[in-house]
């Protein structure tokens, strides 16, 4: 059961003029928060932005005694409302209500978990990391970005064993290009007699290019869409994504309710990008 | 203190309904809500069919409010029927349906199966969407089309008929009169107001129907307005709508002629609105000295203000 948090402000940290990680204090939704799982967040009471915008959760921030204290968002500086969440200091308020959604399945060995991120879609791999890890579920991050500046958390993600891939842009950090290069090269390496789930989160062409390749090498593959999202709860219709029907054809379902993590398979590309 | 109010032959326990469109089917919010507690829920649009609605994206933000084109997504009336309303009688739900065609026969057909079911309180007829290419809006832009789909539900069934009106129009109150005319037992109004909102760094719009209807507490003075000239006009009740975030915005529209009024696009951005709006009616009531709500609709004093008030 999702709770509504007025949520003050423990921490803001800039990682760059874009990006920022604000940790927030909701004991109830970091208690209740799986991985992939998402919040609805607004800062400052105003109409103007008016809605709240949704948030996969980041990190569980824990207290001195390593009880969940609350969450943490990664939120890259796009519009006002991100604006606004990016200026805010601790001890602010913002409002926060979750945990939301479906939430990724995690593997267990002897299959492998590889993650796949473009730039702000890092930020549901951090608590999927940590949870496989718990399962002794080798993984891989293949993380791209525009540039080296903006791959964020790397040491994060080393600390727990979990391989890099790296790609950006400009070639600055890691290979150049798009990160879907390294990870078909891996897929067409690995035999199939060997398990692996992917788990992807970033831009929608990425999404899809994920999504597409790994159908190609018939590999189940959970993705976590992010649509333009009115209310969180299934009230508004506004998330809805393009599915495969059982009677052919599609339908679209609500992403809040249904996701955000989907199937990629089930998802039609075409429709959704359209 | 008394804040029940009467729609024709039915009594809310309160004048707070969740507005079509913006609740989903009532039970997606059950587990924050307790759904017996509002004064009425209106489902999502419901046709004789199935329809898919519009692709993404269906809404943009607009300053203080939100444009959306859905284009009616929904499981039509026998699912509804099936599926959703025994969760909703079983919770305590007060439901009124709202009832889509893109036809005169299919507005009478799905009232007709609505009719039958148990659990149903009062049917709220759409003739105002302005997302869909046919029926629609096309009735409820017309006073003889708004005239005859009324009238056509109206034998059909028992159970309190509420056209739902649209604001596009330049008169709003005339629609009101015809709806009155026709039977209607209480009117809805208003819709939204068809906008558009465009991208200039690509030139394209920012929704994928192009235009849409726009909500929120921007348009709400508009609608104070409507609500105002048809309580001159008509005797029926009228469920007041457009942009209400607040106890006073509820206020502000029962003082002008609303009988009950509706919140949409403020539930999205807090579910949990709807003890806030009881209880800061409820401490205006008390304020005020007034026993109960229905003592306030349409008390607006418009009398001409002395100039010594003016000047202080």
Redesign the interface.
């Known amino acids: ?2 709770v ?1 948090v007025s949520a003050e402000v423990i921490e803001n940290r800039p990682l760059s003029h874009e990006y920022n990680v604000l940790a927030l204090d909701a004991p109830e939704i970091a208690a209740a928060a799986a991985p992939g799982q998402f919040v609805m967040v ?1 800062a400052g009471g105003s ?6 915008r949704p948030f996969s959760v980041f990190e569980i921030v824990r207290d001195a005694s390593g009880r969940p204290r609350g969450v943490s968002i990664l939120s890259k500086r796009i519009g006002p409302s991100t604006r606004l969440l990016y200026d805010t200091r601790p001890g602010q308020r913002v ?1 926060c ?1 979750g945990p939301l959604g479906r939430p990724f399945t995690a593997v267990d060995p002897p299959a492998e978990a590889w993650m796949v991120a473009g730039g702000v879609g890092l930020a549901p791999f951090a608590t999927l990391a940590q949870a496989l890890r718990a399962r002794g579920v080798k993984a891989a991050l293949f993380y791209g970005a525009r540039r080296g500046a903006e791959l964020f958390y790397l040491d994060f993600f080393r600390a727990l064993d979990i391989e890099l891939v790296l790609t950006t842009e400009d070639g600055s950090l890691g290979e150049r290009g798009r990160i879907v290069a390294p990870l078909e090269r891996r897929l067409a390496a690995r035999p199939a007699a060997a398990p692996v789930m992917l788990y992807a989160c970033g831009p929608e062409g990425m999404l899809a290019a994920t999504a597409t390749t790994a159908m190609k090498y018939a590999r189940p593959c959970q993705v976590s869409v992010e ?2 999202m ?2 969180g ?10 599915m495969r029907s059982e009677r052919g054809g ?3 379902v609500r992403s809040c ?1 249904s996701g955000p993590v989907l199937a990629a398979d089930q998802i039609l590309w075409d ?1 959704h990008r ?1 | 203190m008394d804040l029940s109010v009467r729609i024709g032959s039915l009594t809310l326990k309160n004048p707070l309904i969740a507005a079509s469109g913006c609740f989903g089917y009532g039970v997606e919010y059950a587990e924050v809500v307790d759904l017996s507690t509002l004064g009425a829920i209106v489902s999502k649009g419901l046709f004789l069919k199935e329809r898919e609605g519009h692709p993404a994206p269906r809404i943009v933000e607009t300053p203080a409010g939100m444009l959306n084109a859905i284009g009616l997504q929904g499981i039509g009336a026998r699912r509804f029927v099936d599926e959703k309303l025994p969760e909703l009688r079983a919770r305590g739900a007060t439901v009124i349906v709202n009832v889509c065609g893109t036809t005169l026969d299919e507005y009478v057909e799905v009232s007709r199966i609505l009719s039958d079911a148990d659990g149903v309180a009062a049917i709220e007829l759409n003739i105002s969407c302005p997302n869909i290419k046919e029926g629609g809006i096309q009735f409820g832009c017309s006073l003889n089309g708004t005239f005859d789909v009324v009238s056509a539900v109206r034998k059909v069934t028992r159970l309190p008929v509420i056209p739902k009106l649209t604001p596009n129009v330049t008169d709003v109150a005339s629609f009101a009169r015809a709806a009155e005319e026709a039977g209607a037992d209480a009117v809805s109004l208003v819709n939204t107001f068809l906008a558009m909102v465009i991208d200039v760094e690509t030139r394209r719009p920012k929704i994928s129907n192009v235009v849409g209807g726009l909500s929120g507490p921007a348009i709400r003075p508009i609608a104070v307005r409507m609500v105002y000239e048809c309580r001159q006009t008509v005797k029926i009740p009228i469920l007041g709508m457009g942009g209400i975030a607040s106890a006073r915005d509820a206020l502000e529209f029962i003082v002008a002629g609303a009988t009950a009024v509706q919140v949409g696009t403020a539930n999205f951005v807090d579910p949990f609105i709807w003890q806030k709006l009881a209880d800061g009616i409820g401490d205006y009531l008390t304020r005020h000295q007034v026993a109960a709500v229905a003592d306030l609709v349409g008390t607006v004093d418009t009398r001409a203000q002395d100039k010594e008030w003016i000047s202080s």
């Open positions: 059961m999702p509504d607004k109409f103007d932005p008016l809605l709240r409002d209500l649509r333009i009115g209310c709860l299934g009230g508004c219709y506004s998330c809805v994504v393009p599609f339908h679209h309710l429709e359209r």
